[in-house]
């Protein structure tokens, strides 16, 4: 399952950078959030690869820990880039407050990722 949310992720990272980039340039530019649109993609995609590198961790360490550790990647990648999306598209500022919370939801994938890593070695 990780690897077809990450492999989904990965494909929508790519359609959604290529669309910033020659869709929506002069918008980015005009509303000068061309460089928040850039954060955004380079972390969805990222973190769409790490999503995949968790999911080949299976039978090395915890599966509950990485599936907690997958989903709190998601759930904080969707969030982030999705609100620096709309921030630098549509330029609603609030997203600006938003984004934070998908990035505490990454930190605490991550985490939970060398949890379980130290938990398997101890």
């Known amino acids: 399952m990780w690897i077809l949310v990450g492999a989904l992720l990965g494909l929508t990272g790519v359609a959604i950078g290529a669309f910033g980039a020659h ?32 999911a080949a961790l299976v039978g090395q360490l915890d599966p509950n820990l990485l599936n907690w550790s997958a989903g709190l990647i998601t759930v904080g990648t969707i969030i982030f880039s999705g609100a620096l999306y709309i921030l630098a598209i549509f330029d609603i ?30």
């Open 23 to 54: 869709g929506l340039e002069a918008i980015l530019t005009a509303n000068g959030r061309a460089g928040t649109f850039d954060t955004a993609s380079k972390y969805h995609l990222i973190h769409a690869v790490a999503i995949v590198a968790i």
């Open 93 to 122: 500022r609030i997203m600006g407050a938003v984004a934070p919370v998908g990035g505490l939801l990454m930190i605490a994938g991550w985490g939970v990722l060398a949890y379980a890593a130290w938990a398997a070695g101890r």
